[in-house]
C-alpha cells in the first residue's frame, strides 16, 4: 500500500506494484505514473490522507471548510485541462475518465476540486482546449485580478 498502516488497509488503496511518484520533468516536477491499464470509467483507487482546514501544496479539497492533505498519492496527480482521471472528494475515489494505457501519468483537472488553488500558474498540458492559465474554480486567474485592481485602482491615492 501507499498509505502508511494508520489509514488502515483498505483493499482499494493504492499499492506500490500499480502506482509510483515519479519525477516527470523539470517544468511540473512529480507527478503519479500508474504501471497497469484502466477501462474508462473504472475505479482507479480510494484515496485518503489526513484533514487539514488549510490550503497547502499537495491537499485536495473535500468541502468548503475541508481539505484532505495527501503526500503518499493523490497530492502529487499532475493537471491537464484534457484530463484522465476523475476524483469525487465525497466518495474518496478516483475513476478513469478514459482508457488509461499502462505506464501513463494520470492527470486530473484541478478546478474539478478546488474553488482557490494553493497556487495559480501556467499550464503546460498541451491539450486543444488548454485553459492556459490554472486557477480554482471560485477565484479569477490572477491575470484578470490584475487588470480588475488597475481599473478599481485609479482613484488617485498616489
Ligand atoms: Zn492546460
Known sequence: MLYPAIYGNDPLFPHYRDFQIVDKDDLVGKGVIS??????GALIAKITGERTSDIRQHTLQIDSDTHLFDTWFSGYFLHSCDPNISLSMKDMTVTALKDIAPNSFLYMDYAETEDHLFRQFPCSCRASNCRGWISGRKELPASQLHALSATIGT????
Open 155 to 158: 482613484g488617485g491615492h498616489y
Open 35 to 40: 504501471f497497469r491499464a484502466f477501462e474508462r
